[in-house]
């Protein structure tokens, strides 16, 4: 009785202690309309697995975001050029949750450079995580690099992926071009990967997915307010801003909310802004 008693304890206790993983993915240039359409027409089967689990919801880009640099920013840091602040989140996470392995798979774009500050970024961000160097990747190879360190991977997890390439044939072949909507397909194909390397190892339920676009899609240098989105594994609660992304991470990660207050924005998993 006594020995069966203290098993179920100890198993149950040891459920409560497992931690929740996490992946964040940027997939760059991704129109809301030509992305929604996909969604209904099942031409993305591994994004409607994330979105049956969540929900999608339109996501705006806030006042003063008017050039894709600042909202390239925000979607990987958190913050604008104009904000300051002295220790990026990837430094703040790795404080407070020292036993989680947090790793960056990123790729920059094939056909430009980035401004400075966000190529310094995204470099420091896989110096620091001891990642692969930053170097044009497809979204192939950001899926296999994932997979591959998900199959061998023992603890919980932080995982920020990008997927960019979809941004350069959008300006090379224009929206509703048959490349544009295969280089979406494709990012679900590597999205796909992923789910089937957390599949294999029973981890897919404990995986929270957060995936949002840099600025949508658009030729214009001042961006419309309503070209962004977020699809979730937890349900949004509300339609936020690219702003609210970071605070959704914190809550996704169980973080406390003073790391929150480091942000402008909310977290998406609250009805109401607090």
């Not at 409607?48 to 969540?54: L, M, P, V």
């Not at 001891?130 to 190879?141: G, H, L, Q, R, V």
Request: net charge neutral.
């Amino acid at each position: 009785m006594y020995p069966l008693f203290i098993i179920v304890f100890i198993s149950f206790f040891s459920i409560s202690l497992c931690a929740k993983n996490v992946v964040y993915i940027v997939v760059e240039g991704v129109s809301r309309s030509t992305f929604y359409e996909l969604i209904k027409r099942d031409k993305l089967p591994n994004y409607a697995q994330i979105i049956s689990r969540g929900n999608y919801r339109n996501l705006g880009i806030d006042e003063g975001m008017l050039v894709s640099h600042d909202s390239t920013l925000v979607a990987y840091s958190g913050y604008s050029s104009k904000q300051f602040h002295d220790r990026s989140f990837i430094d703040q996470l790795k404080l407070l949750k020292p036993r989680l392995d947090i790793k960056c798979f990123l790729s920059t774009p094939i056909d430009k450079t980035y401004p400075v500050d966000i190529h310094a970024n995204l470099v420091y961000l896989t110096e620091v995580t001891n990642s692969p160097a930053i170097s044009y990747k497809t979204s192939t190879e950001i899926g296999v690099l994932a997979s591959d360190y998900l199959t061998n991977q023992q603890d919980s997890f932080f995982l920020l992926l990008n997927f960019t390439n979809v941004d350069y044939v959008g300006w090379r072949y224009r929206e509703g071009a048959m490349k544009y909507s295969m280089a979406i397909k494709n990012t679900d194909k590597s999205l796909g990967l992923i789910i089937d390397a957390l599949k294999e190892k029973g981890e897919f339920e404990n995986t929270d997915f957060l995936i949002t676009t840099n600025y949508g899609y658009h030729h214009k240098l001042q961006i419309p307010k309503e070209e962004a989105w977020v699809v979730s594994t937890k349900k949004v609660l509300r339609k936020g801003t690219l702003y609210d992304i970071f605070p959704s991470l914190v809550d996704l990660l169980g973080l406390n909310e003073e790391m929150t207050a480091l942000f402008d924005g909310y977290s998406l998993f609250d009805s109401l802004k607090k």
